[in-house]
């Protein structure tokens, strides 16, 4: 034990049903029987990419399109394994303001976090489904909760994860009409969120990346099949969570964890090309990324 | 005759390091409206005490302090008080120090302050009324103090060692000033000095207190005609008021 | 006088009833759902299921808090002094302590998590951030703005001019100084709490965001509850002491 | 003399030359990655490049700043003055002044937006919140401290509880009223920054988070650089009213 | 002989309200070891700033001032100075206050305080040394400076109206008690009062100094053996010299 290595990984929010499978290896153990004493560090949103690039932590939780940010900037960073095969997210909104498909999207008000990536997503969709973009409206919310905000009747609908706030509506009783992004188009079926680490991880520590992804493959096939343990693992780790939620939220992620993949974690370079691309192309990278740098699914299926 | 300020059985202490330090005990005075009357007696012996229960800053006291018919408790007497420091602000010039009490009661706009300039440069001050009280010196610090004393409301003065920091000339300049409006207006004025030959030329009696705990332990009458005339300190009268007070004074 | 006091002592309680008891009923009669305002029932009822893990929490921001502000408390009794001391110290420092106060933390945090890793460290180090600058602002302007009449009367007597400093200056700088020291004790717990955002793994903040980030609004609230707690106590501890360092009378 | 006064001068400019170049040598000297900190010509040349939509989001946040330091000005003073005045609203209020600075900003500000809406109003309400509380604590610590010499004067006087107020406390309390005003100006525009968070679409909060968020680190170094100016003006701005408000000789 | 204080045509100018204000000119004040000198003037003069200049705090002046052989524009001189305010540090009690000059030159611990007792019930100060400066009447408070001025180091004191605020009989107590020390201990002494027969009573030597701009006037030794007996003030000589000094004051 005292000889283990010391390995840190950097979270991308609160601790969620996203991370079960790192507390199910750090709890099970799965990570000690390779050597490694894991601290799961919870960060300020939107910095553990940096973090991991600079070396303070190992690994980190990042999203496909933050990496191809970092790399677009010449962040040497890169993604080990989409944690969720689809993306989750999508258009939420209360069911009486009947906002089914992204046509309906015309003249309600949409509360987003002020991102100009949400306005071009919100254009092309709407341009898609042969709605007027000029319609769209955006009122910047920042970082409110999706209930608080829809209560003040001032947003009609805003973009959350299925798998979390999805069941906390469902919780609630609370019904909502949920379009999900990468089922209404393609391009936005990118992976979120990812397993990151620094490109000098892979070229002088590869072993350690090896046993890291190994321990973390096995957390979350537990989470895959035993749902229901792993979110009590979840909760013993992490008792502030909402018990009901992380269980709901677990039952549901176990069948997207994998999905139609072949192996729990695969990355598909279509998907990053596709999305870079988009990114491009929209203007929010200045070049072009070498998509086959940004990911690797190497250290899977080991 | 009517009584400006009526004290009667006065005690008054003071809590110090736990201890109970009596200050005044059983003090009497009655001053009738319109006297000049001095109050001498040794340092901390209350003097300064007896002036700022009467001006109704001291609430803890026994006995009774009427002035002008109302007892202070009830409501706070008008009276002008000049206190022993001289409590200039500091961010105030002169002029604007001098003029507070105007300011205060409303009736710096309505009052003629022509009348000020003349006084401002009988007191000496007329380069200075621009001055702050840190450039002037001690003795112009307590003129300006003095200033801003006649112009407070009451009629009754309290002038607690006006003059203590004054050369020969000024202070006799300033008696006679003093004299000179206390005649024009006959305010009752209560003077504390140590000064046992300003008392006598001043007053129409003098008050001679004991060491701490202050009691009156002496009051007499001056029996000089008015307007005075400096002159009167060489009579034998005048000597033999000093001898008295001094023997009164131990000295 | 007695009685005014006491109903002066009483003010704040009354007040602070009347305001949970309003509270209360507005949610009920509004029927306000949980998650916009829970009412103070249910934050009690939080409060006392999450009391053990709230505790834990605690005790990593307590310990932040304590550590910072007496980091911070000592580093601005120093930098005042040498800066009042040394004018030239004074001139280059000043600006660079204003410009530590005006980078955001949140660009801070990520940095500070690079430089000083995930231990208490960085934490500490925030919490000093935000607690030094009141202290130091207030102690030196304290410090400064003093009549020089009593700094002349100990130059007269040969003073050096740190004996002037001490022997003078600083007694009359006391009640600057303090409301220097009561705006950071406001702070430090706050800070503390902002100061897990570099990454933490318990603390009042860890619980925040977790709590806010389940829509757990009630234990949400609890941990605001204590924040508050803990802030109070700070303040009152620094209003305390400052009645007996300063012999005064009091005018309030 | 003369001379003296000079190298005080230069002393910053010098102290910043300095710096500036040690900075740029060693990001040259340990090729220290631009995402980590960029060189002082990188973000020099992010500023050129972002800078009219750099002073376009400039222009919001000032906005906000401006309003909120105003507002919060007027709030204390009055604040301030009637709790002087009227000791039960000290106590009462007191306690909740404190309060709203410990429950942390990032809890505040959703809520505010909810309460108060998506336009300039909460922004300018979180800068009033970070701004009134020094402002207020300094303001009444010098409006109680006072010695009660001068007060007996003017009770004598027979001045009102108002006059004694105007005339005495407060300009006796200017050097502490002063010290809360510079540490809420090095404060402001931070404040500002973190109010763009509950949901703006201009600001100089916007552009740091979207530097952020894409990785610009240069261009968030701009950000912050701007911030760093606008708040150093600010401070200075007030620490040149205060000399002349306060007729002293300077000890500094 | 040789000379303590050796002050040669010393002008001095504040600037007040933009405009030169002359407060002395051309001043030239020689003062012997060991004698007692005394400086008499009109409020406003410019004594105190005389004192202020000798004690080093002003230092724009022309002229030259020459303190024990040094000029003090290189070294601060050594000089125990009563400033005219009191200026108690109102955080300390009166035995902190008195005995700040020890502490500051280090010597509190080495000193024998035993004496301190005695001076101060000499001084009337007995009940009052835990008290604070707020609580000391204005005499004490004066009382408590001298007190303080007497342990500062130096062989010259200057004394700024030393005795204002204080009672014919404490007065004379304290003149006695600084005659006495004095003739013991033999320092020089520079002493401004508004007084003239404490002026002829304590000095060798007096001096007198014309309105602002302050110029020296008059200059007379004062022909009394010591020790001095009080009595002298009723020999003619005393007489004549206090009429020779009033009229130089123009009194
Ligand atoms: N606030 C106070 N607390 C305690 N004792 C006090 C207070 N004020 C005055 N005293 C004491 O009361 C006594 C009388 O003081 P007071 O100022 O009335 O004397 P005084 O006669 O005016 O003397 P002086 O001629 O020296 O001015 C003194 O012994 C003083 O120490
Ligand atoms: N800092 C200053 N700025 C401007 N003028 C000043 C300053 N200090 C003193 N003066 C002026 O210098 C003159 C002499 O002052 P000083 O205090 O020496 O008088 P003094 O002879 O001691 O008078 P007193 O007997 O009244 O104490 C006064 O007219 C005063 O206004
Ligand atoms: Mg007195
Ligand atoms: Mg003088």
């Given at each position: 034990?005292?000889?283990?290595?010391?390995?840190?990984?950097?979270l991308d929010w609160t601790p969620n049903t996203n991370h079960t499978?790192?507390y199910?290896?750090?709890?099970?153990?799965?990570?000690?029987?390779?050597?490694?004493?894991?601290?799961?560090?919870q960060p300020q949103e939107g910095?553990?990419?940096?973090?991991?690039?600079?070396?303070?932590?190992?690994?980190?939780i990042?999203?496909?399109?933050?990496?191809?940010?970092?790399?677009?900037?010449?962040?040497?960073?890169?993604?080990?394994?989409?944690?969720i095969?689809?993306?989750t997210s999508g258009f939420a909104s209360l069911a009486e303001k009947?906002?089914?498909?992204?046509?309906?999207?015309?003249?309600?008000?949409y509360g987003g976090w002020?991102?100009?990536?949400?306005?071009?997503?919100?254009?092309?969709?709407?341009?898609?489904?042969?709605?007027?973009?000029?319609?769209?409206?955006?009122v910047t919310t920042g970082d409110a909760d999706f209930f608080q905000m829809s209560s003040t009747g001032e947003v009609d609908y805003a973009w959350i994860f299925e798998g979390w706030t999805g069941i906390e509506a469902r919780l609630r009783g609370i019904e909502l009409n949920y379009i999900e992004?990468?089922?209404?188009?393609?391009?936005?079926?990118?992976?979120t969120p990812?397993?990151?680490?620094?490109?000098?991880?892979?070229?002088?520590?590869?072993?350690?990346?090896?046993?890291?992804?190994?321990?973390?493959?096995?957390?979350?096939?537990?989470?895959?099949?035993?749902p229901e343990?792993a979110a009590e693992i979840l909760l013993k780790n992490v008792p502030e969570l909402d018990r009901e939620l992380v269980i709901e939220s677990q039952k549901y992620l176990?069948?997207k964890?994998?999905?139609?993949?072949?192996?729990?974690?695969?990355?598909?370079?279509?998907?990053?090309?596709?999305?870079?691309?988009?990114?491009?192309?929209?203007?929010?990278?200045?070049?072009?990324?070498?998509?086959?740098?940004?990911?690797?699914?190497?250290?899977?299926?080991? | 005759?009517?009584?400006?300020?009526?004290?009667?059985?006065?005690?008054?202490?003071?809590?110090?390091?736990?201890?109970?330090?009596?200050?005044?005990?059983?003090?009497?005075?009655?001053?009738?409206?319109?006297?000049?009357?001095?109050?001498?007696?040794?340092?901390?012996?209350?003097?300064?005490?007896?002036?700022?229960?009467?001006?109704?800053?001291?609430?803890?006291?026994?006995?009774?302090?009427?002035?002008?018919?109302?007892?202070?408790?009830?409501?706070?007497?008008?009276?002008?008080?000049?206190?022993?420091?001289?409590?200039?602000?500091?961010?105030?010039?002169?002029?604007?120090?001098?003029?507070?009490?105007?300011?205060?009661?409303?009736?710096?706009?309505?009052?003629?302050?022509?009348?000020?300039?003349?006084?401002?440069?009988?007191?000496?001050?007329?380069?200075?009324?621009?001055?702050?009280?840190?450039?002037?010196?001690?003795?112009?610090?307590?003129?300006?103090?003095?200033?801003?004393?006649?112009?407070?409301?009451?009629?009754?003065?309290?002038?607690?060692?006006?003059?203590?920091?004054?050369?020969?000339?000024?202070?006799?300049?300033?008696?006679?000033?003093?004299?000179?409006?206390?005649?024009?207006?006959?305010?009752?004025?209560?003077?504390?000095?140590?000064?046992?030959?300003?008392?006598?030329?001043?007053?129409?009696?003098?008050?001679?207190?004991?060491?701490?705990?202050?009691?009156?332990?002496?009051?007499?009458?001056?029996?000089?005609?008015?307007?005075?005339?400096?002159?009167?300190?060489?009579?034998?009268?005048?000597?033999?008021?000093?001898?008295?007070?001094?023997?009164?004074?131990?000295? | 006088?007695?009685?005014?006091?006491?109903?002066?002592?009483?003010?704040?309680?009354?007040?602070?009833?009347?305001?949970?008891?309003?509270w209360e009923?507005l949610v009920y009669?509004l029927k306000t759902p949980d998650y916009l305002i829970p009412a103070p029932s249910a934050v009690l009822q939080a409060l006392i299921e999450s009391f053990?893990v709230l505790?834990?929490h605690?005790?990593?921001?307590?310990?932040?808090?304590?550590?910072?502000?007496?980091?911070?408390?000592?580093?601005?009794?120093?930098?005042?002094?040498?800066?009042?001391?040394?004018?030239?110290?004074?001139?280059?420092?000043?600006?660079?302590?204003?410009?530590?106060?005006?980078?955001?933390?949140?660009?801070?945090?990520?940095?500070?998590?690079?430089?000083?890793?995930?231990?208490?460290?960085?934490?500490?180090?925030?919490?000093?951030?935000?607690?030094?600058?009141?202290?130091?602002?207030?102690?030196?302007?304290?410090?400064?703005?003093?009549?020089?009449?009593?700094?002349?009367?100990?130059?007269?007597?040969?003073?050096?001019?740190?004996?002037?400093?001490?022997?003078?200056?600083?007694?009359?700088?006391?009640?600057?100084?303090?409301?220097?020291?009561?705006?950071?004790?406001?702070?430090?717990?706050?800070?503390?709490v902002?100061?897990e955002w570099?990454?933490a793994?318990e603390g009042l903040g860890i619980f925040l965001t977790r709590s806010m980030k389940t829509f757990k609004t009630a234990a949400l609230f609890a941990d605001v509850l204590i924040i508050?707690?803990?802030?109070?106590?700070?303040?009152?501890?620094?209003?305390?002491?400052?009645?007996?360092?300063?012999?005064?009378?009091?005018?309030?």
């Amino acid at each position: 034990q005292a000889d283990d290595l010391k390995v840190t990984i950097v979270l991308d929010w609160t601790p969620n049903t996203n991370h079960t499978g790192l507390y199910v290896a750090l709890s099970k153990g799965y990570f000690a029987e390779e050597g490694l004493d894991v601290t799961i560090i919870q960060p300020q949103e939107g910095t553990a990419e940096q973090i991991v690039a600079s070396g303070s932590a190992q690994f980190g939780i990042g999203y496909q399109e933050s990496v191809t940010f970092a790399r677009a900037e010449g962040i040497p960073i890169i993604s080990l394994a989409a944690v969720i095969q689809h993306n989750t997210s999508g258009f939420a909104s209360l069911a009486e303001k009947e906002i089914t498909s992204p046509k309906d999207f015309e003249n309600k008000k949409y509360g987003g976090w002020g991102s100009p990536i949400e306005e071009a997503t919100l254009r092309y969709l709407m341009e898609q489904e042969g709605a007027d973009p000029e319609k769209l409206q955006i009122v910047t919310t920042g970082d409110a909760d999706f209930f608080q905000m829809s209560s003040t009747g001032e947003v009609d609908y805003a973009w959350i994860f299925e798998g979390w706030t999805g069941i906390e509506a469902r919780l609630r009783g609370i019904e909502l009409n949920y379009i999900e992004l990468g089922k209404v188009a393609e391009v936005f079926d990118y992976y979120t969120p990812v397993i990151i680490t620094s490109e000098k991880m892979i070229d002088e520590n590869r072993e350690l990346v090896q046993k890291f992804m190994k321990a973390v493959e096995r957390g979350y096939k537990f989470c895959i099949e035993n749902p229901e343990e792993a979110a009590e693992i979840l909760l013993k780790n992490v008792p502030e969570l909402d018990r009901e939620l992380v269980i709901e939220s677990q039952k549901y992620l176990a069948e997207k964890y994998q999905d139609d993949a072949e192996y729990w974690g695969l990355q598909k370079q279509e998907v990053w090309e596709r999305y870079m691309q988009w990114l491009f192309e929209n203007g929010f990278i200045a070049e072009q990324v070498d998509v086959t740098k940004a990911f690797t699914n190497e250290f899977l299926n080991q | 005759m009517e009584l400006a300020v009526d004290i009667v059985n006065l005690c008054k202490s003071f809590t110090l390091n736990n201890k109970e330090l009596k200050v005044l005990e059983n003090v009497n005075l009655q001053a009738e409206a319109g006297k000049f009357i001095s109050i001498i007696g040794p340092s901390g012996c209350g003097k300064s005490t007896l002036f700022r229960t009467i001006a109704g800053l001291e609430k803890e006291y026994t006995g009774s302090v009427i002035v002008n018919g109302n007892d202070i408790r009830q409501s706070r007497p008008y009276i002008a008080y000049m206190l022993q420091k001289d409590l200039l602000l500091p961010w105030r010039n002169v002029r604007k120090n001098i003029v507070l009490p105007l300011e205060l009661s409303g009736k710096l706009k309505n009052t003629d302050t022509g009348f000020l300039e003349k006084m401002i440069s009988e007191f000496g001050l007329e380069d200075f009324v621009e001055a702050y009280p840190d450039e002037l010196s001690g003795g112009m610090r307590q003129r300006v103090a003095l200033l801003r004393t006649w112009l407070m409301e009451g009629s009754i003065m309290l002038l607690d060692e006006p003059f203590g920091a004054l050369d020969a000339l000024t202070r006799k300049n300033i008696q006679d000033w003093l004299l000179e409006i206390w005649e024009k207006h006959r305010k009752t004025v209560l003077f504390i000095t140590h000064d046992i030959e300003e008392a006598i030329y001043l007053s129409d009696e003098v008050y001679v207190m004991s060491p701490r705990p202050g009691k009156i332990i002496e009051n007499i009458n001056i029996n000089f005609g008015r307007p005075r005339r400096r002159d009167i300190v060489y009579t034998s009268l005048f000597i033999d008021y000093k001898r008295w007070l001094m023997s009164a004074l131990q000295v | 006088m007695k009685k005014f006091i006491n109903t002066g002592k009483l003010s704040l309680p009354i007040s602070f009833a009347v305001l949970i008891i309003a509270w209360e009923s507005l949610v009920y009669v509004l029927k306000t759902p949980d998650y916009l305002i829970p009412a103070p029932s249910a934050v009690l009822q939080a409060l006392i299921e999450s009391f053990p893990v709230l505790m834990r929490h605690t005790a990593v921001t307590l310990l932040e808090v304590i550590l910072g502000f007496i980091t911070a408390l000592i580093l601005s009794v120093v930098m005042s002094l040498l800066m009042v001391r040394i004018k030239v110290l004074y001139q280059i420092l000043w600006p660079y302590m204003i410009i530590s106060q005006t980078v955001p933390l949140y660009i801070l945090a990520p940095l500070f998590m690079i430089w000083f890793g995930f231990g208490i460290l960085p934490k500490v180090l925030i919490v000093v951030l935000v607690c030094f600058f009141p202290i130091t602002v207030g102690f030196v302007q304290g410090l400064t703005s003093t009549e020089p009449e009593l700094d002349e009367l100990l130059q007269v007597m040969r003073a050096t001019p740190s004996q002037i400093l001490w022997k003078v200056r600083v007694p009359q700088a006391m009640p600057q100084f303090f409301s220097g020291l009561k705006i950071a004790a406001a702070y430090s717990v706050t800070g503390a709490v902002l100061s897990e955002w570099v990454g933490a793994q318990e603390g009042l903040g860890i619980f925040l965001t977790r709590s806010m980030k389940t829509f757990k609004t009630a234990a949400l609230f609890a941990d605001v509850l204590i924040i508050i707690v803990l802030s109070l106590l700070l303040f009152y501890i620094i209003s305390h002491l400052e009645k007996k360092v300063i012999r005064r009378r009091s005018l309030l």
